[in-house]
């Protein structure tokens, strides 16, 4: 089974990101490491005790990893700091949670992310999900001025 370092590392290789936050242990440990082999690159360090102080980001960031803070806060704060980096802050974003009543699989579907894989912690099982911008809505066939009453009005009308 992967480690949650493995997985982030491959999300990280994939993405290639030129700006990283990262919130808890084993994500600052992996973005650092990534910008430590990536002069390029920056990576923005949030507290995982109050990690929504941070925000408004002061741009906005190509990829977030999130490790071990969800469970430390409550319910109603982790919401708001995974609508702020899904709204404000990131393009994709990636959460390892330990499983636990508190954050099940609807509460992450809900704010848009997809279980990638679960993951060997050192004593729990942990949980991967991910969120990216440009495949969270996918394009529809209908969604075009070829299915509008007015197409002639498509893009020039907004209410």
């Not at 084993?26 to 925000?55: K, M, R, Y």
């Not at 393009?91 to 997809?114: C, K, M, N, Y």
């Amino acid at each position: 089974m992967t480690t949650p370092h493995q997985a982030l590392a491959r999300i990280i290789d994939t993405c290639q990101p030129t700006t990283l936050v990262v919130c808890g242990k084993i994500a600052g440990q992996v973005g650092d490491h990534w910008c430590h082999h990536h002069s390029d690159s920056a990576i923005t360090t949030l507290d995982p005790e109050a990690p929504n102080d941070a925000f408004p980001l002061p741009r906005t960031q190509d990829l977030a990893l999130i490790t071990g803070t969800l469970e430390h806060l409550n319910h109603e704060q982790g919401e708001i700091l995974l609508g702020q980096l899904r709204n404000y802050g990131t393009h994709q974003i990636a959460v390892v949670v330990a499983d636990s009543p508190e954050w099940a699989f609807t509460d992450f579907i809900a704010l848009g992310f997809r279980r990638q894989a679960e993951v060997e912690g050192e004593n729990e099982s942990l949980t991967l999900y991910t969120y990216n911008i440009d495949s969270y809505n996918h394009k529809r066939a209908w969604n075009n001025p070829d299915n509008w009453a007015n197409p002639e009005m498509w893009g020039k009308a907004w209410w």
